[in-house]
């Protein structure tokens, strides 16, 4: 912290050093700003000169330095000035006329105009923003442990004053109802994503899957909620999971395999960890009913950065193992430090509610801040399985503890189990099973229902699929036995296998089908990398042919020309 003289020196105007001089009785003749300020900073150091000034100030007064003592001696002007008032800003002339000594429009301004309180800028996490403090070797010559009721109030501790305003903690709650426990879920639908991902390649628009790419994943999904899919595919990318070529998603085939092979209580916290610092996870433009508007301030917005904040103060305020209240958490937090996310300025950003009405000054407090904080407890942190939710309340997980530093991260060992196989080729593979395993299973097999255990079924639609991918049968087979330990192959999944091995002439079928022709490769690749075209297309026949789905042809049509693309149809 600054001493004084550094204090009258550097963070106090030159217009208030004749007022200052004055109330602390000192004749300044010096003949520049470096001498008087000594001069008078020897004097207001004075221990008997000190207690003097501290016995004419009213109990408010003093309890605002104790209070500012009590948490090191500096704290946000913007928080200050809610629990003591403003300070205007005077010249020498202004004092002259405006007295602020005799007439203090506020606690902040009387502590301010003697000389006992400064001000600098500081850059913090979320910006610059303006502190108060008190300089260290003033604060020492005060008698901050006397009041006008010493002989009522306990002893002090010798190190300062005792707060009176203490950071408040979350009370823990007895009873709660409506009990959502947390689950680790989201390590086994990211394994999904990075499946549908390396299968299908899905064009990607602002970090975001398409419409007919959710709707063909979420049923494959244990939680298909839209909301936490975007937050786990942009996970993904924070985690180097996932990556962008030319407009589409690709698995990183590196970073994908290193986060699969771990123990899933690895996985949760390398999740955890990625989301903590990920400046692509925009936290605030999801918070439900916020609209965020673009320009100002808001596009410097760091997110990583009030994310930290928040946690911070979650480890310091929230009870280990009870159930707490979500109200009294964000209150407290807004006792505590209500600036975590912007530095004392509240008129400058454009936020609008869902009736359309900006959000500023303090009192949008709570329908930003707060809801934000509640978002984050509702949103990231229950589906990373980090806190559990009841109604109204929510409790940390031993995760959640771990993530918190509240407790060692827990490590507890993956069961070991087996993927089966049903006789007609259905694969069951349980939540249990190495993510790396079922990763490996989703590519060679058609999908069929989510849960645990995960239904594949092993068919010649699957094994075509794992061709495309480079995965030959040998590959399937090898890797069933290392799956399945000594369990034999069903006859019908043998007849399958052998079929396969004596190529395209094992089997045969005539269908009637639709193909749709273009004049140019390049118009054909426009209509594959549109999903509103491409929904309707089945197998690429070449450059310039493809096949239509059975029964898609009106549809098709339709978007053709909604494209904006001349239909020429042969009979």
């Known amino acids: 912290m600054k001493t004084l003289f550094h204090a009258l020196n550097e963070d106090i105007d030159a217009g208030m050093l004749p007022a200052l001089a004055k109330f602390w009785k000192v004749i300044l003749v010096a003949p520049d700003r470096e001498t008087a300020t000594r001069a008078l900073s020897e004097i207001m150091l004075d221990p008997v000169k000190a207690e003097v000034?501290?016995?004419?100030?009213?109990?408010?007064?003093?309890?605002?330095?104790?209070?500012?003592?009590?948490?090191?001696?500096?704290?946000?002007?913007?928080k200050f000035g809610r629990l003591f008032g403003e300070i205007r800003p005077m010249g020498t002339a202004q004092i002259e006329r405006?007295?602020?000594?005799?007439?203090?429009?506020?606690?902040?301004?009387?502590?301010?105009?003697?000389?006992?309180?400064?001000?600098l800028f500081e850059i913090s996490d979320t910006g610059p923003r303006v502190m108060?403090?008190?300089?260290?070797?003033?604060?020492?010559?005060?008698?901050?442990?006397?009041?006008?009721?010493?002989?009522?109030?306990?002893?002090?501790?010798?190190?300062?004053?005792?707060?009176?305003?203490?950071i408040p903690l979350v009370e823990a709650l007895e009873d709660v109802t409506g009990i959502r426990a947390a689950d680790t879920s989201i390590v086994d639908d990211l394994t999904t994503l990075l499946a549908y991902v390396q299968i299908e390649t899905p064009i990607v628009t602002d970090d975001r899957l398409n419409a007919d790419d959710w709707a063909r994943l979420k049923s494959f999904l244990l939680r298909p909620?839209?909301?936490?899919?975007?937050?786990?595919?942009?996970?993904?990318?924070?985690?180097?999971?996932?990556?962008?070529?030319?407009?589409?998603?690709?698995?990183?085939?590196?970073?994908?395999?290193?986060?699969?092979?771990?123990?899933?209580?690895?996985?949760v916290r390398l999740l955890a960890e990625a989301w903590r610092e990920s400046a692509l996870v925009r936290d605030l433009w999801h918070v439900p009913g916020l609209y965020p508007e673009p320009g100002g301030e808001l596009d410097e917005y760091d997110a990583a950065a009030v994310r930290a904040n928040a946690l911070d103060l979650m480890g310091e305020l929230l009870p280990a193992s009870d159930w707490w209240s979500l109200e009294s958490f964000i209150q407290a937090v807004k006792e505590t430090d209500a600036d975590f996310q912007r530095p004392g300025d509240y008129e400058s950003w454009y936020i609008r509610n869902e009736a359309g009405d900006f959000l500023t000054g303090f009192e949008s407090w709570e329908a930003v801040e707060?809801?934000?904080?509640?978002?984050?407890?509702?949103?990231?942190?229950?589906?990373?399985?980090?806190?559990?939710h009841a109604d109204e309340a929510a409790r940390l997980t031993a995760y959640g503890r771990g993530y918190l530093k509240q407790s060692a991260w827990p490590a507890p060992p993956d069961p070991d189990d087996k993927i089966s196989m049903k006789d007609d080729g259905t694969l069951l593979v349980s939540r249990k099973i190495a993510r790396v395993d079922r990763f490996q299973v989703a590519r060679f097999t058609t999908w069929?229902?989510?849960?645990d255990p995960y239904q594949y079924r092993l068919d010649g639609t699957g094994i075509q699929q794992a061709a495309e991918q480079g995965i030959?049968?040998?590959?399937?087979?090898?890797?069933?036995?290392?799956?399945?330990?000594?369990?034999?192959?069903?006859?019908?999944?043998?007849?399958?296998?052998?079929?396969?091995?004596?190529?395209?002439?094992?089997?045969?079928?005539?269908?009637?089908?639709?193909?749709?022709?273009?004049?140019?490769?390049?118009?054909?690749?426009?209509?594959?990398e549109t999903p509103t075209l491409r929904r309707y297309l089945g197998a690429r026949l070449g450059p310039m042919a493809v096949l239509v789905r059975p029964g898609q042809q009106d549809g098709l049509r339709a978007a053709l020309v909604d494209a904006g693309i001349a239909i020429e149809a042969l009979e």
Not at 100 to 119: H, K, T
Not at 448 to 451: E, H, L, T
Not at 472 to 490: C, E, K, N, Q
Not at 493 to 508: C, H, I, M, N, Y
Request: no cysteine; charged share 20%.
């Open 98 to 119: 405006e007295k602020p000594l005799e007439n203090p429009q506020s606690v902040s301004e009387a502590l301010y105009y003697r000389g006992l309180i400064a001000q």
């Open 132 to 166: 108060v403090y008190i300089p260290s070797d003033l604060a020492a010559a005060l008698p901050l442990r006397k009041t006008s009721y010493s002989n009522l109030e306990p002893e002090m501790s010798a190190a300062g004053a005792a707060p009176l305003e203490p």
């Open 370 to 388: 707060g809801a934000l904080l509640e978002h984050y407890i509702l949103g990231p942190l229950h589906w990373l399985g980090l806190v559990d």
């Open 448 to 451: 069929g229902a989510a849960g």
């Open 53 to 78: 000034v501290w016995d004419g100030l009213k109990e408010d007064q003093r309890g605002a330095l104790q209070m500012l003592v009590s948490v090191g001696g500096k704290m946000p002007m913007s």
């Open 472 to 528: 030959t049968l040998a590959h399937i087979t090898s890797f069933l036995g290392r799956a399945m330990g000594d369990t034999p192959l069903p006859p019908a999944v043998k007849r399958l296998f052998d079929q396969w091995e004596r190529g395209p002439s094992a089997t045969v079928t005539l269908e009637n089908v639709t193909v749709l022709r273009t004049t140019a490769p390049e118009t054909l690749d426009r209509i594959y």
């Open 225 to 267: 909620e839209e909301d936490r899919l975007t937050f786990v595919f942009k996970l993904a990318l924070s985690s180097s999971l996932l990556e962008f070529q030319n407009g589409r998603a690709y698995p990183n085939r590196a970073g994908a395999r290193r986060w699969l092979e771990q123990k899933r209580s690895e996985q």
